[in-house]
């Protein structure tokens, strides 16, 4: 049969990703992704290191970042992002900014990173003032809240799980505790960091629950990343990328999650401040045990609290 009539595939823009070697969660990336839009991937060399504030340092050597630049360009894309929030964040603002420079000099294409993207997707919604969430442990996310406040972000909450690995098996009933931990006092949005932690679906329904824009570090990635080569993210209900959706900074005063206040693991109450010396509130949540070697994989951290809430409100 002659299909020369079709005309062959539609052009197509490229995108070139940089993720590390652990980065699970490639469908998520596409489901930003519009049609006529390529996205090109690839890894960090293995490292036999957990998450920590080592491997973030690891994993964005401008060496490394350098050989995995030039692989994607031999398919010329018209932009590359590194897709790591810790590997970004890790050096601050200036290791931020020397990443992108090293990555446009090895490859000659517009580069930017994920904590670049974050600075800049917070600035598009005019959010001064944020609660995090995080998978990391005490130590990454304190790097984590140091970056934000060289770039001008104040913190005004926080929840983190402790993992080092297996982070792309932690379910949305998690990631939403987390959030309604996190979400202690006035806050314009919250961002949910790491880009090997599920969030496309979560989004919107935390959106209509906190009253407030949420952030995610692959949403963030993706919508920076098109913007630069003037494409626009896919995201129905969600506020960075749906002017609809877009209702502006909330003021929390007075909001607290089902039950009367953000539940520990245990099921009592967190106490605000109760992870060490920091001012800022947060909530620590206790991860699974590092699985020995030869033993299945499949533990998810155990978030849920004693009683279900049940199923988030409807958009």
Same mark, same amino acid.
């Given at each position: 049969?002659?299909?020369?009539?079709?005309?062959?595939?539609?052009?197509?823009?490229?995108?070139?990703?940089?993720?590390?070697?652990?980065?699970?969660?490639?469908?998520?990336? $596409?489901? $930003?992704?519009?049609?006529?839009?390529?996205?090109?991937?690839?890894?960090?060399? &293995?490292?036999? =290191?957990?998450?920590?504030?080592?491997?973030?340092?690891?994993?964005?050597?401008?060496?490394?970042?350098?050989?995995? =630049?030039? @692989?994607? !360009? @031999?398919?010329?894309?018209?932009? %590359? !992002?590194?897709? !790591?929030?810790?590997?970004? &964040?890790?050096? /601050?603002?200036?290791?931020?900014?020397?990443? !992108?420079?090293?990555?446009?000099?090895?490859?000659?294409?517009?580069?930017?990173?994920?904590?670049?993207?974050?600075?800049?997707?917070?600035? *598009? %919604?005019?959010?001064?003032?944020?609660?995090?969430?995080?998978?990391?442990?005490?130590?990454?996310?304190?790097?984590? *809240?140091?970056?934000?406040?060289?770039?001008? %972000?104040?913190?005004?909450? +926080?929840?983190?799980?402790?993992?080092?690995?297996? %982070? $792309?098996?932690?379910?949305? +009933?998690?990631?939403?505790?987390?959030?309604r931990a996190a979400v202690v006092g006035s806050a314009d949005a919250l961002f949910i960091s790491c880009t090997n932690l599920p969030t496309y679906d979560v989004i919107p329904q935390l959106e209509a629950e906190l009253r407030m824009p949420v952030l995610s570090a692959n949403q963030v990635t993706m919508w920076a990343a098109l913007r630069a080569i003037g494409a626009r993210a896919v995201g129905p209900y969600q506020a960075l990328l749906d002017p609809v959706a +877009?209702?502006?900074?909330?003021?929390?005063?007075? $909001?607290?999650?089902? /039950?009367?206040?953000?539940?520990?693991?245990?099921?009592?109450?967190?106490?605000?401040?109760?992870? /060490?010396?920091?001012?800022?509130?947060?909530?620590?949540?206790?991860?699974?045990?590092?699985?020995?070697? /030869? *033993? #299945?994989?499949? =533990?998810?951290?155990?978030?849920?609290?004693?009683?279900?809430?049940?199923?988030? #409100?409807?958009?």
């Open positions: 049969m002659d299909v020369s009539f079709l005309g062959g595939p539609q052009p197509q823009l490229g995108v070139g990703v940089v993720a590390p070697f652990d980065f699970a969660l490639d469908r998520e990336l $596409w489901r $930003w992704v519009p049609d006529d839009v390529s996205l090109h991937l690839t890894r960090t060399p &293995f490292v036999p =290191v957990e998450v920590s504030l080592d491997l973030a340092r690891l994993v964005s050597e401008h060496e490394t970042l350098d050989a995995a =630049v030039q @692989a994607l !360009c @031999a398919v010329s894309p018209q932009v %590359i !992002c590194y897709a !790591c929030t810790s590997g970004s &964040f890790v050096g /601050g603002l200036a290791g931020e900014r020397a990443m !992108c420079a090293a990555m446009a000099q090895a490859g000659d294409v517009p580069s930017l990173t994920t904590s670049g993207a974050l600075l800049e997707a917070l600035r *598009e %919604i005019d959010a001064r003032r944020i609660a995090v969430v995080t998978p990391y442990t005490k130590s990454v996310t304190d790097s984590l *809240e140091d970056y934000l406040g060289e770039g001008g %972000i104040t913190v005004t909450g +926080r929840a983190y799980l402790g993992l080092t690995r297996h %982070i $792309w098996k932690v379910p949305y +009933r998690d990631v939403v505790d987390m959030a +877009r209702r502006g900074p909330a003021a929390m005063t007075g $909001w607290e999650p089902p /039950g009367g206040g953000p539940l520990s693991p245990g099921g009592g109450p967190l106490s605000p401040g109760g992870g /060490g010396s920091r001012a800022t509130p947060e909530a620590a949540f206790a991860g699974p045990p590092a699985l020995p070697d /030869g *033993e #299945p994989d499949g =533990v998810e951290p155990p978030l849920a609290p004693p009683e279900d809430p049940g199923p988030l #409100p409807p958009v």
